[in-house]
Structure formats: structure tokens, C-alpha cells
């Protein structure tokens, strides 16, 4: 998860992923990770290829949505 923030250009400690998973609980019930409104262009772009190209990103993003939709 650490690498996929990183590569988002976010905060990718461990508190500060905590804390951006703890903000936005619930978003992927709703919306599809791509679809979140949690992303700038860049990121939204960066997770769709991940996910359309079941990239190795693709597992974390899949997990990422996980966390998210708790």
C-alpha cells in the first residue's frame, strides 16, 4: 500500500494512510475506485491503467477499494 501511495503522490506512511482510509471509509460504496472523488486527473488515469492492465498496482488498488468500502 506504501508504494501505491507513493506512486499517487500521497502521503505514504503508515499513520497517513490510516488517516486517508479512516477519511474516506465508505467511498466505494458508492462509487467505484476510479470513480471517487478522491482523485486529480493524474491519479484517476494512473489507477484506471493499473486496474484495465491487471498491473501488479491492480491487486493493491483492489485492496485499497476493500478498505474503502468499509
Known amino acids: 500500500m506504501t508504494d501505491l501511495f507513493r506512486q ?17 471509509q465508505g467511498v466505494c460504496r458508492q462509487h467505484t475506485l476510479v470513480a471517487a472523488p478522491l482523485w ?10 493499473a486496474i484495465a492492465q491487471d498491473s501488479d498496482w ?13
Open 40 to 49: 486529480n486527473d493524474s491519479q484517476r488515469q494512473f489507477l484506471k491503467e
Open 8 to 24: 499517487l503522490g500521497l502521503p505514504s506512511d503508515a499513520q497517513a494512510i490510516e488517516t486517508f482510509i479512516r477519511q474516506h
Open 58 to 70: 491492480a491487486i493493491v488498488a483492489e485492496k485499497l477499494t476493500s478498505q474503502l468500502s468499509q
